[in-house]
């Protein structure tokens, strides 16, 4: 098991840049793959972002468009979200959620473990 913990939210302006962290409990942090989703008020989970636990990335390539990075510290048991450029259209709660998978990371079906969210407001 994993637990997941987010950090690092909160508010920003347009253009500006947030960094949240995942960080997650447990000694087989390695062998998980975490994403990144977020949800908006009204609207359904997206996916954000994933880091695979190979060492995979793969992005929404969308929105992203190359203003957020993910990244992991094994040795910190942590997962990153850097995101640059911020619109006001990314307000949202992020979670972070953590399988054993490696394909299909796109998908917030088969993530049996997720963080409580944080909340991420941009101002325009």
């Known amino acids: 098991q994993v637990q997941l913990v987010e950090s690092g939210g909160g508010l920003a302006q347009a253009g500006g840049s947030l960094r949240l962290s995942c960080a997650a409990s447990g000694r087989t942090f390695s062998s998980y793959s975490i994403g990144w989703f977020r949800q908006a008020p009204g609207k359904e989970r997206e996916f954000v972002a994933a880091?695979?636990?190979?060492?995979?990335?793969?992005y929404a390539e969308d929105f992203v468009k190359g203003r957020f990075t993910t990244s992991r510290d094994n040795a910190k048991n942590t997962v990153y979200l850097q995101m640059n450029s911020l619109k006001p259209e990314d307000t949202a709660v992020y979670y972070c959620?953590?399988?054993?998978?490696?394909?299909?990371?796109?998908?917030?079906?088969?993530?049996?473990?997720w963080g409580q969210g944080t909340q991420v407001t941009v101002s325009s």
């Open positions: 959620a953590g399988t054993l998978r490696l394909a299909n990371l796109n998908v917030n079906v088969g993530y049996g473990y």
């Open positions: 880091s695979g636990w190979s060492g995979g990335i793969t």
